[in-house]
């Protein structure tokens, strides 16, 4: 039995708090738990129970269940000491190892309180016939719980929503005089290796541009003057930083993209 169980079960027995509180009620909790904690956890235990309230927690309901979720998969048997391992959660799950790796597995061990009852029943069909007698007493029994996380062996495509394209609102272009140019000829701009990015600050959210924005501005203003017929971006223009598998990925390059595109 958890700790935690143990003194919620003596508060509604109607234990004393006092006497709960004592030397000798640490002694039996100690040996009815199994437990090693102090004396002073154990009280700090008991605060924390009168704190949330002295109502015991529901337990699980027994059983196996295994639940696929794409392509990872949750497998749980709650019960009796019939399944105590991993093979026997595996034959209980009917989990197809062909098909499933087991990333983690997890085992609980406690004891639990069932009314003693004999049971005499027969099954035909479903359909239960016989009688089950409480016989008024209680039984102390183990209790195990098995679980295992899975994932597959070849993952499968997943159906994402595609990405929304970026819109943004420019003002209206405004009149310029075109600078008159020699018949037959015509005037490029061209920009390159801009390497437009952002780190961002973490605790702040406040952004820093990698880039020259002062350069950019003079781009710009390059370009409103000269009127070129043609613009060529050449390469290089978005740095993608947490797009890279080049570099050390840092949690400062996360949510960056957004703004380099805006």
């Known amino acids: 039995m958890g700790s935690r169980d143990w003194i919620r079960n003596m508060v509604n027995g109607g234990t004393p708090i006092d ?26 235990t008991i605060l924390k129970v009168l704190s949330q309230g002295s109502k015991p927690v529901a337990e699980e309901e027994p059983g196996s269940t295994f639940e696929e979720n794409g392509n990872y998969a949750h497998a749980k048997y709650v019960g009796d000491d019939r399944i105590k391992t991993l093979d026997d959660l595996v034959r209980v799950c009917n989990i197809d190892l062909d098909v499933w790796k087991i990333d983690n597995v997890k085992y609980n061990k406690w004891e639990g309180y069932r009314s003693g009852k004999t049971v005499n029943m027969t099954y035909n ?21 098995v679980e295992a996380w899975c994932s597959k062996k070849v993952m499968e495509p997943l159906n994402l929503k595609p990405v929304s394209p970026v819109k943004i609102a420019f003002p209206s272009k405004p009149s ?19 390497q437009m990015a952002y780190s961002r600050d973490i605790k702040t959210g406040k952004y820093t541009p990698f880039h020259d924005r002062q350069v950019f501005d003079l781009a710009e203003q390059i370009a409103e003057k000269a009127q070129p017929e043609i613009i060529i971006w050449n390469g290089d223009f978005f740095d993608l930083p947490d797009w890279s598998d080049k570099f050390l990925s840092e949690p400062d390059f996360y949510y960056t993209l957004q703004p380099a595109l805006v």
């Open 176 to 194: 310029v005089k075109r600078i008159a140019r020699a018949e037959g000829l015509k005037r490029a701009m061209i920009l390159s290796d801009a």
């Open 125 to 145: 069909d479903g359909v239960g016939s016989g009688e089950i007698k409480d016989d008024g007493g209680l039984t102390i029994e183990p209790l195990f719980k």
């Open 19 to 44: 006497w709960l509180k004592s030397r000798e009620a640490y002694d039996q909790y100690k040996k009815d738990t199994g437990s090693h904690a102090s004396y002073k956890t154990y009280r700090r």
